[in-house]
């Protein structure tokens, strides 16, 4: 039966297991947008009110679950609005497939309205993309589309759709399988360099585990956990990485970095044997590259080879899926009968870790100050919620302050923009985490700079009924750049000012788009505020919390210092 390439479309989405596309329509997909018109009761559109949001929303879907995002754009600024969202994909490793329309083929390269090369713009920031010329191959690119990006080292893969191509017809078949002689990700870790890693893990006097969103991308948590425990090893995250490990459990360091814990950081630069996992070497972590863990040997498990030694050279390099690899790891060090690591060795370790913990990094003082502090409200948000919200966050102090005290024990409730820093991916993100977990608790922390980079998905949440709890920790600033302005520009706070004259009243905001607005602003009112939020299960509740200006985040690691150079008051 000959279907037109639209029809195709969709069948595609359905044979994909696809449930969800996040979108906004134009003159380009007109075609595709009137069988997803038809086809409602199998995929469900959620319009965003921008397409960046679109975007954000499909990641915020992926992150908090086990499938692709999946979104859908016009040609044009459609395509190009879309680009920071499939940026900030790209850098953290969400699999996503985006659709974009583009013009009829014949005017393609005519500078025909709405066009522009969407495939030669993102291709720095895709794992792949496509531009179908034929009918006859838009299945099995769309195919391909959704193996590339959720195999190997997950990405976004863009797949641009030529408006006539649309009503063109062919026969469909839609591929089983699909097998690419040029893609062909390596899964399983080479036997000996898994028998050197165990070698290594077994000789280590001061190790530390430090885990990345791979372990996340991969589902391999419970293989983390597993790993750690057994070898009583202390573990820390990246950003990314938090809920991968459970958090209130006693080996966790907490986050390593620019802003992560004393503790972690100067386990970090003392290590003598180092496993990295699902890791990337970032620059927020490493600090200064030439001071980084000096005297360790390390063992680095990565999906991509083309991360391997980027940033950091290692001793030990493992290709392979982390799940695959970990359970190999399990394998060797149970076919050995000297699998006990020096146990000597690690108490005496341990011991050190718990003088640097008794710094107390984190230790701030709400009971002697009249004005909220976005630490408290963060600690009081994981009490009401219970520690098992799915939370987003948008880009800004008030990251860090989620990533520092909301404890995160599972993986996928963490949602937010760690590579490209993407303020603004807050509040769509959890909407799409909402739309995937209709009955889960979602919140998103934001700040009164970034929530309005995308507030206008506020208008998507009241027309889909999604129930978000919102925490603005208002400061009056855009905070993090406050921060560095105050610390390195001496206190030139230039264009940072967002106080109550250049704010809207973010109350009325909300009750305009037609949710519940509440602005508090003594910390004795704080976890009251919180209850009542989170009581009402149906409704969308902005919560504006009027918090003290200058707060800085802290530890800090400055610009061009080592992980044991922190600034901790």
């Known amino acids: 039966m000959k279907l037109t390439g639209a029809e195709i479309f969709i069948e595609c989405l359905k044979a994909e297991g696809v449930d969800t596309i996040f979108g906004y329509p134009g003159g380009a997909v007109l075609y595709l947008y009137d069988e997803l018109y038809k086809s409602a009761d199998s995929v469900r559109h959620i319009l965003a009110r921008h397409e960046q949001g679109a975007i954000h929303a499909a990641e915020g879907y992926a992150k908090s679950t086990d499938k692709p995002g999946v979104a859908i754009v016009t040609s044009g600024p459609g395509a190009t609005n879309a680009v920071t969202g499939i940026a900030d994909a790209y850098m953290d490793s969400v699999p996503l497939v985006v659709f974009t329309g583009q013009v009829p083929r014949p005017l393609i ?10 495939v030669g713009i993102t291709r720095p920031c895709v794992k792949h993309n496509f531009l179908v010329t034929e009918v006859e191959k838009l299945a099995e690119t769309i195919k391909k589309a959704f193996h590339i990006a959720t195999t190997g080292r997950p990405g976004p893969v863009l797949v ?37 890693a165990v070698d290594l893990i077994l000789e280590a006097k001061q190790p530390v585990i430090y885990s990345g969103g791979g372990v996340i991308s991969s589902g391999a948590s419970k293989q983390l956990t597993a790993l750690a425990r057994r070898l009583h090893y202390p573990i820390t995250n990246t950003l990314m990485g938090l809920g991968a490990y459970p958090a209130t459990d006693k080996q966790f360091l907490g986050m390593l970095g620019m802003h992560g814990t004393y503790e972690a950081n100067q386990s970090m630069h003392n290590v003598d044997i180092l496993i990295a996992i699902g890791s990337r070497f970032d620059d927020r972590v490493t600090g200064n590259i030439e001071k980084f863990c000096p005297n360790a040997r390390i063992i680095h498990i990565d999906i991509d080879p083309a991360s391997i030694s980027k940033n950091v050279s290692v001793d030990v390099p493992i290709v392979g899926d982390v799940k695959e690899v970990l359970n190999a790891i399990e394998i060797e060090l149970d076919s050995r009968d000297d699998n006990i690591p020096d146990q000597a060795a690690l108490e005496k370790w341990w011991q050190q870790i718990a003088v640097w913990r008794s710094k ?5 003082d709400q009971a002697n100050d009249k ?4 630490q408290y409200v963060v600690e009081k948000l994981w009490e009401v919620t219970k520690g098992d919200a799915y939370v987003s ?23 937010n923009s760690g590579g490209l820093g993407t303020m603004g991916f807050g509040l769509p993100a959890a909407m799409g985490a909402q739309v995937a977990h209709p009955e889960a608790t979602v919140t998103c922390i934001t700040g009164d700079g970034s929530i309005q980079m995308c507030i206008q998905e506020l208008a998507t949440c009241m027309q889909e009924g999604l129930p978000l709890k919102i925490i603005n920790l208002n400061n009056g600033f855009l905070g993090m750049v406050r921060q560095w302005q105050e610390f390195f520009y001496q206190k030139r706070y230039s264009s940072v000012r967002m106080e109550k004259q250049v704010n809207p009243d973010f109350v009325k905001l909300a009750e305009a788009y037609g949710h519940v607005g509440m602005r508090i602003e003594k910390p004795e009112d704080v976890e009251a505020a919180l209850k009542e939020a ?8 902005f919560m504006d919390f009027i918090t003290k200006q200058e707060a800085n985040v802290y530890p800090m690691i ?3 210092a080592g992980l044991n150079e922190m600034i901790l008051v």
């Open 160 to 196: 641009d759709i030529p408006k006539d191509l649309t009503i063109d017809t062919t026969e469909f078949v839609y591929p089983d399988s699909i097998n690419m002689r040029s893609y062909q990700p390596t899964v399983k870790g080479n036997k000996k360099q898994i028998k050197k």
């Open 109 to 118: 390269g005519n500078d025909a309205f709405q066009e522009v090369d969407i």
């Open 534 to 541: 989170f009581a009402m299960t149906d409704r969308l509740v």
């Open 360 to 364: 107390e990094c984190l230790k701030y």
């Open 371 to 374: 004005e909220i502090k976005a």
């Open 558 to 560: 400055p610009a061009g």
């Open 393 to 415: 966050s948008d880009v800004g102090q008030h990251q860090m302050w989620a990533a520092q005290f909301y404890k995160f024990d599972k993986p996928n409730r963490w949602l």
